[in-house]
């Protein structure tokens, strides 16, 4: 009898396997039909200035709508992309698409997230210097969001686009700081101008002494190496008291705005007092 189940269970297994492996080949194919159709939206969600909740950024967050109204979130399909050798494509698409609506959003920074495998492209800050001739966007108010496993594969390639992309005056971010391996002294070694805290973070140094005091000694480091330094994924005043308080400069999280379509950050930016929020008005927003 075991060696029927075993047999039972391996069969299982592959059958399993194959469904996954399926199921990921549909994707891979859907996902580029999307992109030749120009299914994909960007959304933009606002970064406010931590001292007047003022409107400072933007990042760039790309959306795959279904036909059932659902989305695939990008957590799902950008690594994805980054396997079937889509991601190329698909990056450009953003940096092209956000580059041309944020143009006239000025006094605004735009942030576009890109991947390990765009820095490893060795064609990637060419590209990006092209892209940037088209639109006629100020490489000065872009910021591309990179996370510390852009270092793992081939860091020198991935290094060297870091060089080309602040040649042209494009700021770099570190996201995503404290969910990986990256220390202090990884902060020191490549001087990013902008630090980007977790929300896990966030979430921890709320509800944690300890947390609370390796975020404040982090922001300070961050600060000293005359990096800007957002808090992400903020969700409850609580802990957007605690990132002022900590010193943070921008603060970015569902408590004051979500991603939302180009149009309608249009309208907030021109629209009714949007630059005048202040305290009275925070988590009464877009949310
Ligand atoms: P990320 O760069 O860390 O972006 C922040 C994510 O947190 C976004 O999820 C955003 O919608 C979500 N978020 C913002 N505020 C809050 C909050 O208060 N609470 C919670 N729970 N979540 C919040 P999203 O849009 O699903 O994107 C997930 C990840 O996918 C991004 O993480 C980024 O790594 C990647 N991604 C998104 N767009 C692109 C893109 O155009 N290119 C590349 N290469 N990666 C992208
Ligand atoms: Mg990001
Ligand atoms: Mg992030
Ligand atoms: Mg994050």
Redesign the pocket.
């Known amino acids: 009898a075991s060696k029927a189940s075993g047999r039972m269970r391996c069969t299982w297994f592959h059958l399993d396997f194959d469904i996954r492996r399926e199921a990921t080949r549909k994707l891979e194919a859907d996902l580029a039909t999307a992109l030749r159709e120009g299914e994909l939206q960007?959304e933009y969600?606002p970064l406010v200035d931590a001292k007047d909740n003022k409107i400072v950024a933007v990042?760039?967050?790309?959306r795959w709508p279904q036909p059932d109204g659902t989305q695939i979130?990008?957590?799902v399909f950008?690594p994805i992309a980054e396997e079937c050798g889509l991601?190329e494509h698909l990056?450009d698409w953003?940096l092209e698409q956000a580059c041309t609506q944020a143009l006239d959003w000025t006094d605004i920074t735009l942030s576009?997230?890109?991947?390990p495998a765009?820095l490893r492209d060795p064609g990637f800050a060419v590209r990006l210097g092209h892209i940037l001739e088209r639109t006629g966007f100020p490489p000065e108010r872009l910021e591309l969001?990179v996370?510390e496993t852009y270092l793992v594969g081939d860091p020198t390639v991935a290094g060297r686009s870091l060089d080309l992309i602040r040649r042209f005056g494009v700021g770099v971010a570190l996201?995503?700081f404290g969910t990986g391996y990256a220390s202090i002294g990884f902060l020191r070694k490549f001087s990013f101008e902008k630090l980007k805290l977790?929300?896990s973070l966030m979430v921890e140094a709320a509800n944690d002494e300890g947390s609370r005091t390796m975020m404040v000694s982090t922001i300070a480091v961050a600060r000293a190496l005359n990096m800007d330094v957002t808090a992400?994924?903020?969700?409850t005043a609580d802990q957007a008291d605690l990132a002022r308080a900590a010193g943070c400069d921008q603060i970015?999280?569902?408590?004051y705005y979500?991603?939302i379509p180009a149009n309608e950050i249009k309208q907030l930016l021109a629209g009714s007092g949007v630059n005048e929020r202040d305290e009275s008005e925070v988590g009464n927003g877009h949310v």
């Open positions: 960007v969600q990042e760039a967050l790309v979130s990008p957590s950008i991601i990056g953003v576009v997230n890109v991947s765009q969001e996370t996201d995503d977790d929300r992400e994924g903020v969700e970015q999280g569902w408590l979500k991603a």
